[in-house]
């Protein structure tokens, strides 16, 4: 199963779009995929006890990462960066295993002309730091205002062929790297 996390909580984002676009790449491609939603996150984990103690209601959501073969991050980027929220997420997961060794592609995505760019590279250094397999192949989706329609379909035929591209070559990379064993136990 890919996870496909979108990014941010904000209401109607872009970056829920494009993960729905994602997903029905998967499909296309034979794949599994569901989309975690950040706006999922319950007003109780964003209490300061839930460092200590995660709600009931994060474990569902800890769980489908913790399970996932892979991870599919869309990001947007918000003031040179991505999401607090999305930050939060990854702090409340558990430490190390709900990153080591699993695969994750990252899908970026802005107004501006850089697609997502420092956000994604932000992420990257996160899920290295946290041993990660990450897929080399990044997309980035530009001035995204102009490329989604009011349906939340891709409009914009090169970008949409990059993420056919990515999401295959992540359906393959998922496949090459599940079940490699992990340090000390191979």
């Not at 706006?39 to 839930?50: I, K, N, R, Y």
């Not at 709600?55 to 991870?71: T, W």
């Not at 891709?154 to 340090?183: H, P, S, W």
Request: some cysteine; hydrophobic content about 40%.
């Amino acid at each position: 199963m890919i996870e496909i996390v979108s990014g941010t909580n904000r209401p109607g984002s872009n970056a829920l779009r494009v993960s729905n676009v994602i997903r029905g790449i998967y499909e296309g491609l034979g794949a599994e995929a569901r989309i975690l939603d950040l706006a999922d996150m319950s007003a109780e984990v964003f209490d300061p006890a839930s460092y200590a103690e995660k709600p009931a209601s994060f474990k569902p959501l800890a769980d489908r990462v913790l399970n996932a073969d892979g991870l599919h991050v869309v990001t947007p980027e918000y003031n040179g960066s991505f999401p607090g929220v999305l930050k939060y997420f990854i702090d409340m997961l558990k430490f190390p295993e709900s990153f080591e060794h699993r695969c994750v592609a990252f899908t970026g995505e802005a107004a501006g002309v850089w697609g997502g760019l420092r956000s994604v590279e932000q992420l990257e250094m996160i899920f290295n730091y946290r041993n990660a397999y990450l897929l080399p192949e990044r997309t980035f989706i530009t001035q995204i205002h102009n490329k989604l329609n009011d349906a939340g379909e891709l409009t914009d035929e090169f970008q949409a062929g990059l993420l056919k591209k990515q999401c295959a070559e992540f359906v393959e990379f998922v496949k090459r790297n599940k079940g490699v064993a992990v340090r000390g136990n191979g």
